[in-house]
């Protein structure tokens, strides 16, 4: 069953991103522009998630490649070099933060300024809960 999910869930997601850009053609002026905003932007993230997993199904690889892909995958030395990238990613996403932070606090602050800092806290705590969690299982 998790298998055959996997197969067919990129598929759904972009059906369901058509079917989302269409109701918000549709509606156009009856809906909120939020709501119709709202629809065009889940739209997008599920096309994008949905041609993602389709270009990287590896349907057209033959069994071959594939078990190449797939010794790839757990190689150490990629595996070392995902880690890498994974710490480089969380201190540039960290360091963008901060900056949009500062620059809500200058020009807007109130709520905008206390949400910020909520997903900055956020950020740090699934850090550590990750590097907890990367530790026990080494």
């Known amino acids: 069953m998790k298998e055959w999910f996997k197969k067919i869930s990129p598929y759904v997601m972009l059906a369901a991103a058509f079917v989302m850009f269409l109701a918000a053609l549709l509606l156009g002026e009856r809906v909120p522009k939020q709501l119709s905003l709202t ?13 993602t997993g389709i270009a990287l199904s590896g349907r057209h690889m033959t069994p071959e490649e ?18 890498k990238a994974a710490m480089s990613s969380w201190y540039w996403t960290l360091y963008m ?3 949009a932070f500062i620059v809500i606090q200058i020009f807007v602050g109130g709520l905008w300024g206390v949400a910020i800092s909520v997903v900055i806290v ?3 705590t699934f850090y550590m809960i990750n590097i907890h969690r990367w530790n026990k299982r080494m």
């Open 39 to 51: 629809l065009f932007t889940l739209g997008g993230v599920l096309m994008g998630f949905g041609v």
């Open 66 to 83: 594939k078990k190449e892909l797939e010794r790839g995958e757990t190689d150490e030395r990629n595996v070392a070099i995902r880690e």
């Open 97 to 99: 933060l901060w900056a």
């Open 122 to 124: 956020l950020h740090c």
